[in-house]
DNA sequence: CTGAAAGCGCTTACAG
DNA sequence: CTGAAAGCGCTTACAG
């Protein structure tokens, strides 16, 4: 009837009487009307909630993932859709149970940092759209959003050796991740720009888990000789720095006057270290929100809706040097690399 | 027709021919079938999905709610529950935004740390179950799950005094709210049986915030002379203890050996401080778990289902003092509090 | 054991 | 400007 008209306000606004118009809603005032959702969902075949995937490291979520999160909400507040969140614990078993979630229960979907093949990707249904954020690689008709981490590392590792540092160790991210990789290329890069030979010995594969990257750190300090001790360690994230952080601490070595740290993401963490960390910040936050926007004209789009906007398939946002506290000059008496 | 029985699977078991159902199961398969979650709602009075309400600070998530949310996800996914999200700013602005999402999105709301006036309690939709964890008051009708704040914060002082500790102050949380009232509680209550006098000037009034806490102690630091120092620090939550180390470490001073610090909750960020935080853990993940259980029960009920299961008003778990590496025993020279 | 029918609570052409 | 009707995609008595 016309009360749907009345009650959904602004949208047909002209077309009905004041008085039915004033009748409706006080009927609805009185009886204490209140909308269904799931009703107005089904028939406009629209939930209004947004669908948030990531996955858990040791049954939680990373500090990566919460800021992203939380740039999510808000955008997705301001929108006012609902945000529902789904966890896994491996994108390549779970594939399935994500595609059980593209059931109408939210409109679309934004997948933070999936790591899928190529086939679990082609499986993904169609009728509901996606957003990746910093996706492994390129999903199929997926819009992604990342950022520009080997720039970040490169500027990071420039930044260390403009500080005096030549002998920097690297201590990576999982193996076989786009993220990881690009961190050590920008490293290489660095390194090779100021003509410091790249020393393999000095690159160390870990996880982007903090824990591990403070096994890692504790098994290298306590198979090298003092002498070994690099002046200055980039990680390639905030919980690898922190992890790294630790196990110098417990090894009696001071943060930044006998080493200098640096990590990357600027997440929450970054400022809980004593001494803060300097980092490269991604806008992991500005990502999420964007991630929150392109889903919605997607979403748009795919209800058919001409939306004019061009949307292409990767956005790259850029990254930015937060020098802090966690990086002085190398001391007096550190080795270092001569120049080749 | 039999398609919904079969395709609902265990539910209805026998009462269909094999060959119906292969014939069914066939046709389904054939034409992608996919149930259409909101009908599904619609027909069954049941979203099978559960809403968290959180407060953000300065735009997040807090380390608290976190951990929290973390038992929340874990639990409900292991019921196959959804859960969607919902951040507000203020609780008393905000309850006509919570008011709103009680639309039949969600099939019940788990309230954390919620502080709702009494008329805003008495307002919330009463065909929606609740669930509250660490409500500042209690809820008509709603079941609050909390812990046992004041033992925790009795117990944390109490070791600090048997670590040789008197001059103990302490940094509260937000004044008014029932959380910080208890530790200020069971602070006085362990200092009175250890016969030291309460000494206003050594409680401090903050915020939960981390940040406050910082600017707090930095003012302090400004304001006291050096010798008024206490030797311990007793902090209402793990984020007014990193504030408070990262306040002590700009003023040059060395936790454990200058002063010891405490905190309280046990979340993620005591363990990424350097020195690791001794504090007092409050079994959130479990706390969020045992919400969606509970909440479970609620709508099960509300559904008009019999259950048996009693439920309490009020669930208090327990708390348990975790030491790490932030306390040592007073310096030598240290100023103490005579014995009155 | 099976199928036709009504209903969940909305929205939206469509005819007056 | 307004109201009666059909439809969104399920589930569940109910009659065969």
Chains 1, 2 share one sequence.
């Not at 779970?94 to 109408?104: S, Y």
């Not at 996706?135 to 959003?145: A, H, K, R, Y």
């Not at 919605?296 to 809706?305: A, M, N, P, S």
Request: neutral net charge; charged residues 25%.
């Amino acid at each position: 009837m016309a009360a749907s008209k009345v009650l959904n306000g602004a949208r047909s606004s002209s077309r009905i009487s004041e008085e039915t118009r004033d009748r409706i809603l006080a009927a609805a005032a009185q009886l204490h009307y209140r909308p269904n959702a799931t009703a107005r969902a089904l028939a406009n075949r629209r939930m209004n909630t947004i669908g948030v995937v990531a996955a858990l490291n040791d049954g939680d979520l990373n500090n990566y993932a919460m800021e992203v999160l939380t740039g999510v909400l808000a955008a997705s507040s301001k929108h006012e859709q609902s945000t529902t969140l789904f966890t896994l614990h491996d994108w390549g078993a779970d594939v399935t149970r994500l595609r059980g979630w593209c059931d109408g229960r939210v409109d679309g979907m934004i997948l933070i940092a999936p790591t899928l093949t190529h086939d679990a990707a082609a499986s993904l249904p169609r009728h509901t759209p996606f957003v990746s954020l910093h996706s492994n690689s390129p999903l199929p008709d997926v819009v992604n959003i990342e950022s520009n981490e080997e720039r970040g590392a490169y500027e990071v590792v420039e930044y260390l050796i403009e500080e005096g540092h030549r002998r920097i160790m690297h201590v990576s991210g999982d193996p076989g991740l786009t993220g990881a990789e690009r961190r050590v290329s920008g490293y290489k890069r660095a390194l090779a720009v100021a003509q410091i030979p790249f020393d393999e010995k000095l690159c160390i594969p870990s996880t982007f888990a903090g824990k591990d990257a403070r096994k890692t750190m504790r098994n290298w300090l306590e198979g090298n000789a003092r002498g070994a001790l690099p002046q200055a360690v980039f990680c390639a994230n905030d919980a690898i720095a922190t992890g790294c952080m630790e196990a110098f601490a417990e090894a009696g070595l001071r943060v930044p006057e006998d080493i200098s740290v640096v990590g990357f993401d600027d997440t929450l963490g970054a400022r809980t270290t004593i001494p803060q960390l300097t980092t490269v910040r991604q806008p992991l936050r500005e990502m999420g929100a964007r991630a929150v926007e392109v889903l919605l004209t997607l979403i748009q789009r795919h209800d058919g809706e001409e939306v004019p906007t061009e949307l292409p398939n990767r956005i790259v946002f850029p990254v930015e040097l937060v020098p802090r506290a966690s990086v002085a000059r190398p001391p007096a008496g550190s080795r270092t690399v001569p120049i080749v």
